[in-house]
C-alpha cells in the first residue's frame, strides 16, 4: 500500500475522456515519459519500435474505475479506494503534488489532468494509451491513460508498482513546473543527444518527482492525515527501476539490439536513474540539470 487508507482523497476531481481509438501521435511540444519515447526513437533512428507499444494487442486501455455523469473518476474517497484502484491512485496523487508545489513555487497554477480512456483529443495531439503519459504546455494538462503501467510491466520490465505509478505522475507534474517557471521558454528544444535540452529537461522532471517522494508524509488531507505512507526501499527501489526502464539506451537495447545516443531525447538509465537520486536524497536545489557540463 503507498496511500494511508484513512487519508481523504474524495477532492481529486480528475476526469476521464476518451473512448474512441486512434493512431494520431502527440505533438506540438508535448513532453512526457515512456511510450513517447518509443515513438520518437523510432523516428530518429529509422527501426520501427511500434511493436513495443503493445497497440491492439492488450494492452489497450480497460477502465479501472467508474465516472460519474460529470465525467470524473468516482468511488475514489478514501486512500484505501486509491491503494485498490490505479485510476483513484492516478487521480489522488495530483492533491499532494499540488500541495507540494504550492508550498514550493511562488503563485503556483494547478495543471489539468486527464484520465485518458483509450484515446481523446488533446490540444498537443491526440492522448492515448500507445502514447503515454505526457504533458501538453498549451493547455497545461497532464494527460495519463492508466493502461501505460502495464506497458511498463510488460514490455519494458519494470515492477511498475503503487510508487513507480506515483513516479510517473509526478514526472509529468514536473513539466508543469518547467513550463509555468519559464524552464522550457529558456532551454527550447536544440535536438538529440545526451547533453541536448530536450534530455535535460526530462532529466530535471525525475529530479523534481524524486525530491516531491522523499516528503510525500509532509502533505496532508484536511484532518492532517497524510496523504501516504513513509515509501519502503522496496518500493524506492522500483520506482528507480520504473526511471531505468524508460531510458533511451535501454529501448534501443531492447528492441535494436544497439544504442545510439546522439539519437537520445529523454536520457539514460543511469541519468535518470542518477537524476531521481538527487532529487531524493537532496531535495530541489540539486536538480538544476542545465547547470552541468555532463547530466
Same mark, same amino acid.
Given at each position: 500500500m503507498t496511500f494511508n487508507p484513512d487519508a481523504d482523497v474524495s477532492d481529486n476531481k480528475v476526469q476521464r475522456r476518451g473512448g474512441g481509438r486512434t493512431a494520431a501521435i502527440a505533438g506540438g511540444g508535448v513532453?512526457?515519459?515512456?511510450?513517447?519515447?518509443?515513438?520518437?526513437?523510432?523516428?530518429? *533512428?529509422?527501426v520501427d519500435l511500434s511493436g513495443l507499444?503493445?497497440?491492439?494487442?492488450? *494492452?489497450?486501455?480497460?477502465?479501472?474505475?467508474?465516472?460519474?455523469?460529470?465525467?470524473?473518476v468516482k468511488n475514489c474517497k478514501t486512500g484505501a479506494d486509491a491503494n485498490k484502484d490505479v485510476d483513484c491512485r492516478v487521480a489522488s496523487t495530483k492533491l499532494a503534488l499540488n500541495q507540494y508545489w504550492t508550498k514550493h513555487v511562488k503563485g503556483y497554477v494547478e495543471p489539468g489532468q486527464v484520465s485518458v480512456d483509450?484515446? *481523446?483529443?488533446?490540444?498537443?495531439?491526440?492522448?492515448?494509451?500507445?502514447?503515454?503519459?505526457?504533458y501538453c504546455p498549451s493547455d497545461q494538462t497532464v494527460y495519463i491513460d492508466p493502461t501505460f503501467f502495464q506497458v511498463l510491466k510488460q514490455q519494458f520490465g519494470a515492477e511498475a508498482g503503487d510508487l513507480a505509478q506515483v513516479y510517473v505522475v509526478a514526472h509529468e507534474y514536473g513539466h508543469h513546473i518547467q513550463n509555468i517557471t519559464g524552464t522550457m521558454s529558456k532551454y527550447p528544444n536544440n535536438g538529440t543527444g545526451p547533453t541536448s535540452n530536450g534530455v535535460r529537461t526530462e532529466l530535471q522532471a525525475d529530479c523534481y518527482a524524486g525530491a516531491f517522494i522523499a516528503d510525500l508524509t509532509d502533505q496532508k488531507d484536511k484532518?492532517?492525515?497524510?496523504?501516504?505512507?513513509k515509501p519502503t526501499e522496496a518500493q524506492i527501489t522500483d520506482a528507480l527501476n520504473a526511471a531505468a526502464a524508460v531510458g533511451d539506451d535501454h529501448i534501443q537495447q531492447q528492441s535494436a539490439g544497439y544504442t545510439n545516443p546522439e539519437s537520445w531525447t529523454h536520457g539514460s538509465s543511469a541519468q535518470r536513474e542518477k537524476w531521481f537520486a538527487s532529487g531524493y536524497k537532496y531535495g530541489l536545489g540539486k536538480c538544476d540539470t542545465f547547470a552541468v557540463a555532463t547530466p
Open positions: 513532453v512526457g515519459l515512456g511510450a513517447v519515447v518509443v515513438l520518437l526513437i523510432s523516428a530518429f *533512428t529509422g507499444l503493445g497497440g491492439g494487442t492488450g *494492452t489497450q486501455a480497460q477502465p479501472q474505475a467508474t465516472t460519474s455523469s460529470e465525467g470524473y483509450v484515446a *481523446t483529443a488533446t490540444p498537443c495531439g491526440t492522448a492515448s494509451n500507445d502514447v503515454g503519459p505526457f484532518n492532517g492525515v497524510a496523504y501516504f505512507k
